[in-house]
């Protein structure tokens, strides 16, 4: 990683953190509300981890619809008025 990017990015719990979106959650988003940044980390750390194979999962998922509607597209062209769009795929 060269210097500049070194300097733009947090190491937080082995995720690799937006410079001005780790400073922006410690120094404005947390202040006043009780919340250590070390406990706000741990958190969000742990939803990261527990939403990450979820995520994936969709994103296969919307892949998977998209090359259906991509397919459709290809056979039948674009439709000229919104009935055709009642037979796209499910």
């Not at 070390?38 to 998209?66: C, G, M, Y």
Request: charged share 25%.
């Amino acid at each position: 990683m060269n210097d500049a990017l070194r300097s733009s990015v947090s190491d937080v719990a082995g995720l690799t953190i937006a410079r001005e979106f780790y400073d922006f959650i410690c120094d404005e988003a947390l202040l006043g509300t009780g919340i250590e940044n070390a406990i706000f980390w741990a958190n969000f750390l742990s939803i990261i981890h527990d939403l990450t194979p979820k995520n994936r999962a969709l994103l296969v998922r919307r892949d998977e619809l998209q090359a259906k509607l991509d397919a459709w597209y290809r056979e039948h062209g674009a439709p000229v008025d919104i009935a055709g769009h009642e037979n796209l795929p499910a």
